[in-house]
């Protein structure tokens, strides 16, 4: 397949093989992205039809040797940007091909991201993100600000199936940059917010809830028109 894409995202060229499997129900699958878009990685496994009332299911083996993070924008739409960063590892594809279950870890490396509301840039040092059935785990993720101070991040991200992702989490840190807008971004407030303390993000991606709860430091600059 040329010019492959997922949510509109060009990923490069799939080969994929599919036979029915000997003496059974399924049939099997041995798939390959070639990488020359970033994306490298390789899939076995079977996919089982529907019959007799029940539903297709799959069942797959992902080999990842590099994904870019950037991936991700095609999901949250406009809530992150200028996202960088590639990972590498192992996940398991499993149950209804519209609602699959997702398990395995994957190492990510270089991985940086602007969240547009709070217009803060923030890089990750290499780490482990977990997949746990429909669910993408951080266990204190560190975060580090453009001033090189860090916090911890821990909560979920729900994947809804791809389909209304949710997230629940909370940054941590005694010095961090929580807020870094100019006028044009917000005609209310505006301006750097360095403070102790932890911000709580809530939400599906298109109605967040985020809440700051701390005590501002020097070097905050907020501007109230």
Do not use: C, W
């Not at 894409?5 to 080969?15: D, F, H, P, Q, R």
């Not at 029940?54 to 080999?63: G, Q």
């Not at 100019?182 to 005609?187: A, K, Q, Y």
């Amino acid at each position: 397949i040329d010019s492959f894409s997922v949510m509109k995202k060009l990923v490069g060229n799939a080969i994929v093989k599919a036979e029915k499997l000997p003496n059974e129900n399924r049939i099997g699958i041995d798939a390959d992205l070639d990488g020359n878009m970033g994306y490298d990685l390789s899939a076995k496994g079977y996919f089982d039809p529907s019959s007799e009332g029940a539903p297709a299911k799959i069942n797959l083996e992902v080999n990842i040797d590099t994904f870019q993070v950037d991936f991700l924008e095609a999901f949250v739409g406009e809530n992150i940007s200028k996202t960088t960063g590639f990972g590498s590892g192992k996940l398991k594809v499993y149950g209804l091909p519209s609602q699959p279950f997702l398990d395995g870890n994957i190492y990510v490396q270089e991985a940086g991201t602007t969240i547009e509301y709070l217009k803060t840039h923030y890089t990750v040092p290499p780490t482990v993100v977990q997949f746990r059935g429909k669910d993408v785990i951080f266990t204190d993720t560190e975060l580090n600000d453009k001033y090189g101070n860090s916090a911890l991040l821990n909560g979920k991200l729900f994947l809804n199936d791809f389909k209304d992702m949710r997230v629940d989490v909370t940054m941590s840190s005694n010095k961090f940059l929580f807020l870094d807008t100019r006028s044009r971004d917000n005609d209310l407030f505006y301006g750097e917010a360095l403070a102790s303390g932890y911000a709580s993000i809530t939400g599906p991606f298109s109605d967040i809830d985020m809440y700051i709860y701390g005590r501002s430091l020097e070097g905050t600059r907020l501007q109230i028109p």
